[in-house]
């Protein structure tokens, strides 16, 4: 094989190893999408709050047997159950039970009562799609004129 033979093909070769070192560094990861949806649970369009947007994420913790009060959203939430089991009672939406790496946007400005129904710890990735001034969780209270459903 001559030199220029030889020299040929390492340049091929090299620019193919530069190609793919290239295209590794500009290819996007693959992506699992865990849920994209245009309502919420209980089939509520879903709609951002007025004001400059406002992102807030964190983990719920909740023991075995706590409930979280009856309450309700007024910004988008989306929630991803990391552990555990949570029962949520949307009154006359019904119930619905979540487990681990279930994911949904919970029902907006609509109350709702969650509860941990499994024997350990629940926890819960929520991401609130917000707005600055806009409260994201509002606690119902009698005072608010609020009954809760009788079952």
């Known amino acids: 094989m001559t030199s220029h033979r030889i020299l040929s093909r390492l340049a091929?070769?090299?620019s193919i190893a530069i190609a793919g070192a290239v295209h590794a560094e500009t290819a996007y990861?693959?992506?699992d999408v865990l849920l994209q949806?245009?309502?919420?649970?209980i089939g509520q369009p879903i709609v951002y709050?007025?004001?400059p947007a406002q992102i807030t994420a964190a983990i719920?913790?909740?023991e075995s047997g706590q409930a979280t009060g009856w309450h309700r959203h007024e910004a988008p939430?989306?929630?991803?159950m990391l552990e555990g089991e949570l029962t949520v009672d949307y009154g006359p939406d019904g119930t619905r039970v979540y487990r681990?790496?279930?994911t949904l946007v919970e029902a907006l400005d609509s109350s709702h009562n969650g509860k941990n129904t499994g024997e350990g710890i629940a926890r819960i990735f929520v991401v609130f799609s917000g707005a600055v001034g806009t409260p994201n969780?509002?606690?119902?209270?009698p005072r608010d004129g609020f009954e809760p459903p009788t079952q």
């Not at 949806?37 to 649970?41: A, D, F, Q, R």
């Open 49 to 51: 709050p007025d004001g």
């Open 137 to 141: 969780t509002v606690m119902m209270a």
């Open 100 to 102: 681990e790496g279930d």
């Open 77 to 80: 939430l989306t929630a991803h």
């Open 29 to 31: 990861p693959p992506v």
């Open 60 to 62: 719920v913790t909740m």
């Open 12 to 14: 091929v070769a090299a």
């Open 37 to 41: 949806s245009e309502t919420t649970i």
